[in-house]
């Protein structure tokens, strides 16, 4: 089992940006895919973004591609959500979340570890 934490929400005016960061402590983090999702009152949760174990894939949520970018720091244990051009849609709760490295990463299924979630609330 791996513990995360996510740090980094907020509010910010439409088209402005926020960097989320997720700390993994436990198990050996270089070993895990890593997502983030999120989720807003009254909607399932979505798959935003996701990152192979060793940075070298990634994919996207069509609404955010070209706005969100995922990244990681093996050495850090952390994992990183830049939001640029935030729309007031984007407004939600952000978990993140770990599997293993054989799943699927395009899949939102298999993720066993989830963070408490940061709020970003977009205003327009």
């Known amino acids: 089992q791996v513990q995360l934490v996510e740090s980094g929400g907020g509010l910010v005016q439409a088209g402005g940006s926020l960097r989320l960061s997720c700390a993994a402590s436990?198990?050996?983090?270089?070993?895990?895919?890593m997502g983030w999702f999120r989720q807003a009152p009254g909607k399932e949760r979505e798959l935003v973004a996701a990152?192979?174990?060793?940075?070298?894939?990634?994919t996207y949520a069509d609404s955010v591609k070209g706005r969100f970018t995922i990244s990681r720091d093996n050495a850090k244990n952390t994992v990183y959500l830049q939001m640029n051009s935030l729309k007031p849609e984007d407004t939600a709760r952000y978990y993140c979340?770990?599997?293993?490295?054989?799943?699927?990463?395009?899949?939102?299924w298999g993720y066993g570890s989830w963070g408490q979630g940061t709020q970003v609330t977009v205003s327009s």
């Open positions: 436990g198990r050996t983090f270089s070993g895990l895919n």
């Open positions: 979340a770990a599997k293993g490295a054989a799943y699927d990463l395009r899949s939102r």
């Open positions: 990152i192979s174990w060793n940075g070298a894939s990634t």
